[in-house]
C-alpha cells in the first residue's frame, strides 16, 4: 500500500501527464502545419487529460477536508480558500489573453480576425457564469475550470454525507451523484461529469480506511460503467484507469512531478502562448521539418510561460491561501494546498 508521501508523488506526476497531454492536443490537432502522421496522431487523446484532472480533484479535494477536519460550518472558509488559490492566476491569464488579442493584430502581415469580445461576454467569466449562460470563453480551457467550481460548491456542503463513518450513507450518497448524469442535456454543467468525481472520491473512500478493498473495486467497476453510458467507455476506461494509480501505484519522476507543480498554469497559458507560436509556424511551413520545430517551440514556451504565472501569481496564491485555516488558532496549513484541473 502506497504512503502518504508516495501518494502525493503519484498524483503530482498524473497532473504533469495530464497537463501535457491536453497542451499537447492542443498543440497537435488543430494545427494545419502538421500533416496527418506520427506526431499529429500522438496527440489525438490528449484532451482525456480534463478527465483525468477530474478524478484527481474528486479524490484530493475530500481528502484535504478529511485531513483537515473540515465541517459544514466552515464553508465559507473553504469556498474562500479555493477562490484565493484558483482565482489569481485565472484571472491573470485573462488579462494576458487580452492584452495579447489587441497586440497581435498590430505585427506587420497579421492575417487573424481582430479581437472582438463583448461586455456580457468577459463579465460572464467572474465565477465561471459562462458554464450557465453559454458565453464563449475567451480561453477554451476555461470550461472545465467551471465544471471544478461547481463540484466544489457541491463537495464542501455535502461533504460530511461523503465521509460518514457509516459506509451505507456515504455509499448511497455517490449512488445518488451518478443518477443526475444520465439525463442532464448540457456537458457544461458538473451532473454529466460527477462519475468521474466520484471516482476520485472512491478513492479518497478507500485511502482513508472507510471503504473496503472489495467494495471500492466493485463500486469503481459500477461507476466505469455509469460515465462510459453517458461519456464513453473511452473516458470511463481513463478516469477507472486514473484511480487505480492513484490507489495502488507509486509513481516518481521528477520531470512529471515538475510538470504537476505547474500544471495549473501550464493548463491555462498553452493555448494563448503555444497558440500563437503555431500560428507564427503555419506562416512558414515548408515540408514537415519546420513545423515540427515550430511544434517544439510551442511546448517549450509554453513551460516557459506556465513557470513564469506560476512564480509570480500562482505560488503566491498557494501562499495566502494556506494562511486561511479553518480554526483560527491554526498557525500552520491543515490542508495540502493543490491546483485544479485542472483539468485541468
Not at 500500500?1 to 503530482?12: E, L, N, Y
Not at 477507472?240 to 509513481?251: A, D, K, R, Y
Amino acid at each position: 500500500m502506497q504512503s502518504q508521501s508516495d501518494r502525493i508523488v503519484t498524483v503530482d506526476a498524473l497532473r504533469g501527464v495530464a497537463s501535457l497531454s491536453v497542451a499537447w492536443f492542443h498543440l497537435t490537432q488543430p494545427n494545419p502545419a502538421l500533416a496527418p502522421g506520427i506526431i499529429k496522431s500522438s496527440g489525438a487523446y490528449g484532451w482525456l487529460g480534463v478527465h483525468i484532472f477530474f478524478v484527481i480533484s474528486g479524490f484530493v479535494i475530500p481528502y484535504s477536508l478529511d485531513k483537515a477536519k473540515y465541517e459544514p460550518r466552515q464553508f465559507w472558509r473553504f469556498f474562500s480558500k479555493r477562490i484565493v488559490r484558483l482565482d489569481p492566476p485565472y484571472f491573470a491569464n485573462m488579462c494576458f489573453i487580452l492584452v495579447l488579442a489587441f497586440i497581435v493584430p498590430l505585427v506587420p502581415g497579421f492575417r487573424g480576425p481582430q479581437p472582438h469580445f463583448t461586455a456580457t461576454q468577459l463579465l460572464s467569466h467572474v465565477a465561471y457564469l459562462n458554464s450557465i449562460l453559454g458565453n464563449q470563453w475567451i480561453n477554451p480551457v476555461y470550461w472545465s475550470l467551471g465544471i471544478e467550481f461547481q463540484y466544489y460548491l457541491l463537495v464542501g456542503l455535502i461533504f460530511p454525507l461523503l465521509a460518514a463513518s457509516s459506509g451505507t450513507v456515504a455509499m448511497l450518497t455517490m449512488g445518488a451523484l451518478l443518477v443526475p448524469g444520465l439525463f442532464a442535456p448540457q456537458l457544461s454543467l458538473l451532473f454529466v461529469h460527477l462519475p468521474l468525481f466520484v471516482m476520485g472520491i472512491l478513492t479518497y473512500r478507500y485511502r482513508a480506511g472507510r471503504l473496503p478493498k472489495w467494495w471500492f473495486l466493485v463500486a469503481l467497476g459500477t461507476t466505469c460503467i455509469f460515465t462510459a453510458c453517458r461519456l464513453g467507455p473511452v473516458i470511463a476506461i481513463t478516469g477507472t484507469v486514473t484511480s487505480l494509480v492513484i490507489t495502488f501505484i507509486s509513481v516518481r519522476a521528477r520531470i512529471l512531478g515538475g510538470l504537476g507543480m505547474i500544471s495549473y498554469s501550464l493548463y491555462l497559458m498553452h493555448v494563448p502562448v503555444g497558440g500563437k507560436i503555431i500560428d507564427l509556424g503555419v506562416r512558414f511551413r515548408h515540408g514537415q521539418l519546420v513545423p515540427a520545430m515550430f511544434l517544439l517551440a510551442a511546448t517549450a514556451g509554453s513551460i516557459v510561460a506556465a513557470w513564469i504565472l506560476y512564480r509570480i501569481v500562482e505560488l503566491p496564491s498557494q501562499r495566502l491561501s494556506s494562511r486561511i485555516s479553518y480554526r483560527r488558532r491554526d498557525t500552520t496549513e491543515a490542508e495540502n494546498p493543490v491546483p485544479c484541473t485542472a483539468a485541468v
